[in-house]
Every structure is written in C-alpha cells, then in structure tokens.
C-alpha cells in the first residue's frame, strides 16, 4: 500500500506526532499547539514510546464529516502498514477519549469551536491578539472548551481561563476545590509557556475580586450561578459482561461467531489463524484482535470493520475501539483474561513492570543490601529492608490481644487472626508496620476484632505505622522475610490458642515455594493429587510416613524449608523425586491425578500494567477515577484517597486533606475493585494502607524519582510559584 509523503519519517524517534486532515491530507501540527483541537475536524496521533512501540490514534471532533472520518481511517491503515501493522490503533471521540491519549497532555486538552471547513487554522504562535474564554473542567482528566466569551457561561463551581492575549487570567470560582484550581494553573501556564512562548502573563483572580481590567473585557459582572449538578452515575455495569467473537470473510460476507458468552476469557480461545472482536460496549470499547496467520484479507480489518459492528448491534458512537496484532495487546483488552502471559519479552529489556499506559521501569533482581537505595527494588519486591528489624505478634481471643509466645513466631493457623508490629528504621527514622493476618477459618467477630484493634494500634502510634491486611495464603515477602531463619508456615485450619487445638488431620500436604525475593513459606494444601506444582516442593505427613516431594522446577532453598516444616511436624522423611513416587504416595492423595506440570513462569511473564487512580467526592458524587498516562508524584492529590493497584497487592495512599467519607469509602471500593477485576481477580489480594508523609519504599518504588520532600510546599503553592517564572 502507498503511504502519504506526510508519513515519511514517523516513528522513527520517541516522541508523539499529530496530523490534522486538511481536504483530504493528513498536515502536521506544530509540537507548540499539541492538545488544542477543532471540533470540526479530525486528527491522527501517533505516540512512540522509547523502546519503539507505537500506539495510533484517529480523534473525531463532535462537528467533523463523514468524508473526514472516512480518508483518517484509511490514513491511519497506511500509518499502520509503514510500521509493519505492529502499532495498537485507537478511536478517540471528543469528550471520551481513552486515558492513554488524555495521558499525552498532562495539562490537559482544549477544544476550539470551528474546523478547517469553517476557514479555523491553528493558532500562530507568540499570537497575543488572541481573545477566547475557557471552561476547564477535571481534577485527573483536565478538558477545557471554548465557550461563549461572556459572564453568561461562568459558574461558582469551575475554573475559568479569560485569554486576552497579553493576560492570561485564572478566573476559580468560589466553590471550586484545590485539585481544579492546580490543573487550571497548569493549563494556564501552558498555553503561556507554548502558544505565547512566554510572551503572556498569568493573573490569578478568586471570585469576588476581579480586577477593573477584566471587567472591562467582559463588561458589568452579573451574579454568578452555581454549576449543574453532575448528573454523571457511578458505573455499576457488571464487568462480567464482554463477549469474544470470531470474525471472517470467507463465505465472501463479514460474519461473527460467537466463541465465549462471558468473560473471563482463556487465551486458547484465540486462534493465530483467525481474527476476533472483543466486545466490551458497557463499558465503552471494542477490541479488534488479529492473529499472524489470519488471511492477508482479515488481517485489513480496521476501523471501518469495527464501526460496521457498532453500527449492526446499534452502539453508541462515542464507543472507544482499539485494534492490534498478536502479541501487540493492550493491557485494556488482556484485563479479560485470566490467564495472559506475555511470550518473549523484548529484546534487551528483560522483565518489565508497566507504569500506566506510557512509561516502564525495568525489572531489579534482589539485593538485600541495596533496598535502602534502590526503591524500585523495593517495590517490585515487596520487602521495606531485609526483615531485620524488630518484630511483635498477638493473636486476637475473646475481643483483646493475646501475645503470642516467641518460639511460635512464624507459624499461623486457618482458625485464628493475628497482628503483627514490625519497627525497623529508615534513614536515621523509626518506621512501623502493623500486619493484619487473617484466617480463612477465624470467624466474623474475630475478623472485625482484628480490624479494629489494628486501628486502634495505628492511633496509639500516632497514625505513623503502614497497615497491611494480610488473608491467609497471601502473605507478602516482607511478611515471610520476619522470622530470620524460619520459614513461614501457615496451618489450613486449627487455632494455636492453649487447650483450645483441633486434632491434626491423618493426612496433611504443605506446599512450600521460594518467592522473588528469597524468602520462603509453607502452606498447607488440601491433600489431593491435584495440589502438587511441578515448580514447587511439597511435604506429605501421614500417619505412618512422611514424605518430601520434588518437582521438576524445584529449588534448593525450597527443599530446605520442606526439611524444616519436617522438623515442626515430626517424622522421618522420604524425599522422592517427580516421576519416582511409590504407590503408598498416590494412595495418601487419593489417587494419581492431573496436576500444575506448566513450567510458563520460566519462560513468560504475566502482562499487568501498574495503575493509579483517584478516590473522591468533591463532585459531590463518590467515584474512582484512573490516573491518565505515565503517572507521577505530583499526580497523588492531597486532598484526596489514591488507589495504587500493584496487582499483587492495592495501595490506599491517603493524603492528608482527604475526607473521612473518601477514606471510608475508599476502603470499601478496593474491595468491590478487586471483585469486579474482568480478569477473575483474587479477593485476597493485599490492601495496604499508606499515609502521605510515611510512605514505604514498597510504595514509592513504583513512582520514578520520588520525593521525600515534595509536600514541603503545598501543590498549590508550587503551581503559583511557576507563574512567577516569565
């Protein structure tokens, strides 16, 4: 396929690029005027990342043609070709745009009334005639539109940018919050810094104090009305509600074959010979999926093969549409699946941890000695330091906490909860964290007991501790790490409290496994065949005989653990390898059964991308909001609850003007965001709670280059700062 002259060079460097259809051809935009948009016209995007991957995306302006859409989607297939079909292409409609595209334009996007048809060209730049008013509106996703240049379109409850061209003023009404008035202030520094090259200024104007000079622009002041109540509901649409199907040609027709009814979906559902569209249209995209072998014909679906399904089921033209390769997915649509793993990582880059959409941070193999100065480590690793410091168990009987005797540390029982104080210091500061474990088979009084004693333990310390709540099998690194020489065993069921033990089973299995980070642990497993792990070791205690099973993948490390749970639970072992076990094994287990033989961990990494997202109800309404694009420090907003999902654990980060409905709230939405992951998530999953101020490196690793001394100034005060910067 010929491609247009204007694509000569793209993708050859990182960097974003931005085509305006113009009759018919895409015409380049000039890096300065990135983020403003006609609503008339269409746009093509194409963002490079730095490891050359590309993401293609084609914006419809709400007033733009059909022969406009039409020539951008064919635009966006030549794009497409020229890069060897290996970009992910988007669909973007005004107003609805994806965070991956909203992520581009960090102080957000402006939209202009008019288009190319209208006679509307692009802004010339150091322009300081210019004379627009702007409606901004968002704390994470920050839009602002040209409105009517008049008090008429002002309301108490936004912010306001009066472009005069020379003045640039900030006009925040007096019911807006902290959050909106640093986006506007980012905005407004913006358009100074790009569009005027510095040449403006920027004024900051509360209501109620508008200077003589803005009143001459916009004439007598009026009373100014309240803003419109939100009427935006929270989603409750079931993400269990996406449905795959396959697409083909080859009866000379386009048809569609329904492959599942429900996610979550299996990656054996995808064939590499066929094409397949996923349908996600609650909750606002569809996904078009094409396998290397699929006929050269299939493999040219594009847009205009998505808008044909759209248009057939009657879905809202606003949907959001990707389309990609195979092994070019986007973690969007690989959510849907239980089971994704990423085959052969790219070349050079090893493991790699996905930040948002954007930016990725390589893989840090532990070290010990280098927690303290490598952050990064620590997050991916879980482990705060080496598990040095000093260390407290009680175990929750009858309302209180009961120490637990010294020489138990490390073992756990099903029937009980626990907390656990852990102090170590950090850069000359004690630093606390305070584990909430939790058995599968304590009960609900004991469950709530061990949630409101760890608060009140958190407010004895003045607030200072990190709390993690720990359910049984899903205890982190830095948990297991605890115990110095002792592997953490944890019991399937039983209490360790005196004279209130369960008889042990006849037959007991404990699985033990080495995590990332070197530390081990042994948990008991339901006695069955179907339990064993061809990675891992295993320990059968029957009655009569005690055997030490050894799988293929199995580490030296984890035999040794396998030894020493031997050693808790009495017997001499049998240690057999995988492939040479006796009858009398089988037998214990119930019979010879098909079992975790799978070495995928080896060779493939599991593809979850690490997100943020904002927890807040200045609007009134209490909703959860992701974080656009490659986020930062700066985007952890003081006055709200951040969610951190880490995948395998969810980070509550509260700052410090943060409400007490959103911290409630919060709390209880990372529960519902566990159970409502389309990939079949695991409820017990690890929520750690994080106060601004007191953030663990398991925390802050996450985030390039973290401050510790980024709140010494409040964010609106370092917003203001830079409007002294001329």
Same mark, same amino acid.
């Given at each position: 396929m010929t491609v247009h002259p204007a694509f000569e060079n793209a993708g050859k460097k990182p960097g974003l690029a931005i085509w305006r259809i113009e009759k018919m051809n895409p015409v380049p935009v000039l890096e300065t005027l990135h983020g403003n948009f006609y609503t008339g016209d269409v746009y093509i995007l194409l963002h490079t990342t730095p490891d050359f991957a590309h993401n293609i995306h084609m914006w419809l302006g709400k007033h733009c043609s059909n022969d406009e859409s039409g020539s951008a989607a064919i635009f966006c297939v030549q794009l497409d070709d020229s890069l060897a079909g290996a970009p992910v292409q988007h669909r973007e409609t005004q107003g609805n745009e994806t965070n991956r595209f909203l992520g581009y334009f960090k102080n957000g996007v402006i939209y202009k009334e008019g288009g190319v048809a209208s006679g509307f060209n692009h802004a010339v730049t150091n322009d300081i005639s210019a004379k627009r008013l702007l409606h901004v509106k968002g704390r994470r996703n920050v839009r602002a539109i040209e409105v009517d240049f008049a008090w008429s379109s002002f309301n108490n409850g936004d912010c306001f940018i009066i472009d005069s061209g020379a003045i640039i003023y900030q006009w925040n009404g007096s019911k807006c919050n902290g959050q909106e008035k640093i986006k506007c202030c980012q905005l407004a520094?913006?358009?100074?810094?790009?569009?005027?090259?510095?040449?403006?200024?920027?004024?900051?104007?509360?209501?109620?104090?508008?200077?003589?000079?803005?009143?001459?622009?916009?004439?007598?002041?009026?009373?100014?009305?309240?803003?419109?109540?939100?009427?935006?509901?929270?989603?409750?649409?079931?993400?269990?509600?996406?449905?795959?199907?396959?697409?083909?040609?080859?009866?000379?027709?386009?048809?569609?074959?329904?492959?599942?009814?429900?996610?979550? $979906?299996?990656?054996?559902?995808? #064939?590499?010979?066929?094409?397949?569209?996923?349908?996600?249209?609650?909750?606002?995209?569809?996904?078009?999926?094409?396998?290397?072998?699929? #006929?050269?014909?299939?493999?040219?679906?594009?847009?205009?093969?998505?808008? $044909?399904?759209?248009?057939? @089921?009657? @879905? #809202?033209?606003?949907?959001?549409?990707?389309? $990609?390769?195979e092994n070019g997915e986007s973690s969007m649509f690989t959510q849907f699946f239980s089971d994704w793993k990423t085959v052969g990582q790219t070349e050079g880059l090893g493991r790699v941890y996905t930040i948002g959409s954007v930016a990725k941070i390589e893989y840090v193999p532990f070290d010990v000695t280098a927690l303290h100065k490598t952050p990064a480590m620590a997050a991916q690793h879980n482990m705060v330091d080496d598990g040095s410091g000093d260390v407290k168990i009680w175990r929750i009987e009858g309302g209180k906490k009961v120490p637990v005797d010294s020489s138990s540390y490390g073992q756990f029982y099903?029937?009980?909860?626990?907390?656990?104080?852990?102090? @170590?210091?950090?850069?000359?500061?004690?630093q606390h964290v305070i584990y909430t474990w939790q058995g599968t088979k304590a009960t609900q009084d004991e469950l709530g007991t061990s949630a409101i004693l760890t608060v009140d333990l958190d407010n004895d310390m003045s607030g200072l501790p990190v709390q993690v709540r720990v359910r049984q099998g899903q205890e982190p690194p830095h948990l297991m790490s605890l115990f110095k020489d002792k592997p953490l065993i944890v019991h399937l069921g039983g209490t360790s409290r005196k004279g209130s033990q369960t008889p042990a089973a006849d037959i007991r299995l404990f699985h033990t496994r080495i995590s990332s980070s070197g530390a081990t642990r042994a948990v008991e497993v339901i006695s069955s065949a179907q339990s064993l792990n061809t990675n891992d070791t295993f320990v059968l205690k029957t009655t009569k005989e005690t055997y030490i099973w050894k799988g293929v993948g199995a580490s030296a490390a984890e035999l040794k653990t396998a030894k020493y749970v031997v050693g808790v639970l009495g017997g001499k072992p049998t240690e057999i390898e995988e492939g040479k076990e006796p009858d009398n094994f089988w037998k214990a287990l119930g019979g010879k059964k098909e079992y975790q033989t799978s070495k995928l961990l080896q060779s493939e990494v599991a593809a979850h991308p690490i997100r943020l997202f904002g927890c807040s109800n200045k609007s009134g309404l209490f909703r959860i909001e992701e974080v656009p694009g490659d986020f930062t420090q700066n985007d952890l907003a003081v006055d709200d609850v951040m969610l951190l999902d880490a995948w395998d654990q969810l980070f509550l980060w509260l700052g410090k003007e943060a409400n007490d409905v959103e911290k409630t709230e919060a709390t209880k939405c990372a529960t519902k965001y566990l159970e409502a992951d389309p990939a079949g998530r695991d409820t017990g999953t690890p929520i750690v709670t994080v106060k601004q101020g007191s953030e663990p490196p398991t925390f802050t690793g996450w985030f390039l280059a973290w401050d510790p001394n980024m709140w010494a100034l409040s964010p609106m005060q370092k917003a203001m700062a830079k409007f002294q910067v001329q």
């Open positions: 520094t913006g358009i100074r810094d790009t569009e005027r090259a510095g040449r403006s200024k920027v004024q900051v104007v509360e209501e109620g104090c508008e200077p003589p000079e803005l009143i001459e622009l916009l004439g007598p002041k009026p009373d100014i009305p309240p803003s419109k109540k939100d009427d935006t509901i929270a989603d409750d649409v079931s993400s269990k509600k996406a449905k795959l199907h396959m697409i083909s040609d080859a009866s000379g027709e386009l048809t569609l074959t329904e492959v599942a009814s429900e996610n979550p $979906f299996k990656m054996a559902m995808l #064939s590499t010979d066929e094409c397949y569209l996923l349908d996600h249209a609650l909750g606002g995209y569809i996904f078009l999926w094409k396998g290397k072998g699929a #006929s050269k014909n299939e493999r040219k679906y594009g847009f205009t093969t998505c808008e $044909f399904f759209v248009n057939t @089921y009657n @879905y #809202s033209k606003d949907i959001k549409i990707q389309i $990609f390769a099903g029937g009980d909860c626990y907390i656990i104080l852990y102090s @170590y210091k950090l850069g000359g500061k004690q």
